[in-house]
């Protein structure tokens, strides 16, 4: 069965600081996919990143970056010099091919103090 | 960009009413689905639709129903609606589920 796992239920930190967000999964199948959405305070998920479990580059966007471990079934996400704006609930999720829908962890609220 | 519109942003309804929330999308997506999110819970399946007048019931469907009479709309149905379904929902639409959701807004439902 599919399980994905964010055991951080709130983080806090002050401004500028880096902070990981980290998200383990289950599966059986060998090819899956793993997402990271964004929930602002305005409620819609927003979808940040995809990666399919071929790909284990590490990923950079701007301040976010991804760091995908088959080995440790893990697909942790970093903000670095964190601002304010980063302030919402993160939700890592797994979806298998042929699957239609996703399997979402329970999220991560992240707080950023000025 | 695909979008995903959920037709009320708040809403406050009494006990025992029948509540209809309503999602449509623009893309021409297969599948769409409804979530409940509540805190410390994340997100929990209610019901999705592979296609038109087509549902399967997802881990919590117990006091909803769906109705997707139209590929483009999906609506969730609480046919007596109680306290403890106070909640926010949100639908999500999707091509197939490897390229993810696209979300609506939400609907935050208080049942007084």
């Known amino acids: 069965a599919q399980k994905v796992t964010q055991a951080q239920t709130e983080i806090s930190v002050v401004e500028k600081e880096d902070v990981t967000l980290d998200c383990v999964y289950e599966?059986?199948?060998?090819?899956?996919?793993l997402f990271w959405y964004k929930q602002p305070p305005s409620g819609e998920l927003v979808f940040l990143i995809r990666?399919?479990?071929?790909?284990?580059q590490n990923e950079i966007s701007g301040r976010y970056s991804w760091n995908f471990q088959k080995s440790t079934s893990s697909f942790n996400f970093t903000i670095t010099a964190s601002q304010v704006v980063d302030s919402a609930v993160y939700f890592c999720?797994?979806?298998?091919?042929?699957?239609?829908?996703?399997?979402f962890g329970q999220g991560t609220r992240l707080t950023i103090n000025p | 960009d695909v979008k995903v519109t959920q037709s009320s942003r708040y809403l406050v309804k009494r006990t025992g009413e029948k509540v209809f929330l309503e999602c449509v999308q623009d893309?021409?997506?297969?599948?769409m689905f409804w979530y409940r999110q509540d805190p410390g819970l994340g997100l929990r399946l209610i019901y999705f639709?592979?296609?038109?007048?087509?549902?399967e019931k997802g881990d919590i469907p117990e006091g909803y129903s769906v109705s997707r009479e139209k590929k483009e709309r999906f609506s969730l149905i609480l046919e007596s609606a109680s306290t403890n379904q106070t909640s926010m929902y949100l639908c999500?639409?999707?091509?197939?589920?490897?390229?993810?959701?696209?979300f609506g807004s939400g609907t935050r439902l208080t049942v007084v």
């Open positions: 999500a639409s999707s091509l197939e589920g490897i390229r993810g959701y696209t």
């Open positions: 599966t059986r199948d060998t090819t899956y996919y």
């Open positions: 990666r399919n479990s071929f790909d284990e």
């Open positions: 999720a797994l979806s298998e091919v042929g699957a239609q829908k996703l399997v």
């Open positions: 893309m021409d997506h297969e599948n």
């Open positions: 639709s592979y296609d038109v007048k087509m549902k």
